[in-house]
C-alpha cells in the first residue's frame, strides 16, 4: 500500500504542472433556506482550472448537510480572478424537508453551479465570494440560491 501511495505522488509531480498548488478555507453566509457554514478544498491544476471539493451546513428547522465535488474555470482578469463552475454531490436531512429534499429525511442529489472571485489578500491568503444557485433532486426538483463569502489560503 505505501508503495502504491509513493508510485502515485511520484507520478502526479510528473503529470502535473509546476504550478499546481492545493488551497483550503471556510466561508459564512445564506444558502436557502437558512445559514450555511461551508468547508472547501481547492486543487489548482492550472492558472484556469481549479478542482474543488464542498461540505455545507445549513441550519434551519432541520439540518441540511451537502457534499460536493466541482470543476471550476477561473477567468483572466488580473486582481479579481472571476470564476464559474458546476459540480455534482449529495446531501442528507433531517425529516421536514425543503424543496426538493426529502420531507422524510435522507439522501438527495444536488446541482451546485458557482460565480464567484477570489481577491488576493497576500500571503497565500484570497477573499473568496461566490453565488451560489443549487438545482436538488429529492422527492422532486427545487431549487434553493446561496451567498457565501470567507478565506481561502493556498500551501
Known sequence: MRKALLVIVLL????????????????LGF?????????????????????????DMIT?????????????????????NPYAGMGLGIGFCGSGGYYG????????????????MQIPLGAGFYLDAEVRPVIGIGEGAGFSFGFIAGVLYFF
Open 31 to 55: 444558502q436557502d433556506p437558512s445559514f450555511c457554514i461551508n468547508f472547501f478544498g481547492d486543487f489548482e491544476i492550472t492558472r484556469n482550472i481549479d478542482i474543488t471539493a464542498d461540505f
Open 101 to 116: 429534499y426529502p420531507s422524510t429525511g435522507g439522501v438527495y442529489f444536488i446541482i451546485p453551479l458557482h460565480v464567484g
Open 12 to 27: 502526479a509531480q510528473l503529470v502535473l504542472p509546476a504550478s499546481a498548488r492545493i488551497g483550503a478555507g471556510m466561508r
Open 60 to 80: 434551519a428547522d432541520i439540518f441540511i448537510g451537502q457534499f460536493t465535488g466541482n470543476f471550476k474555470y477561473t477567468f483572466d482578469v488580473p486582481s479579481i
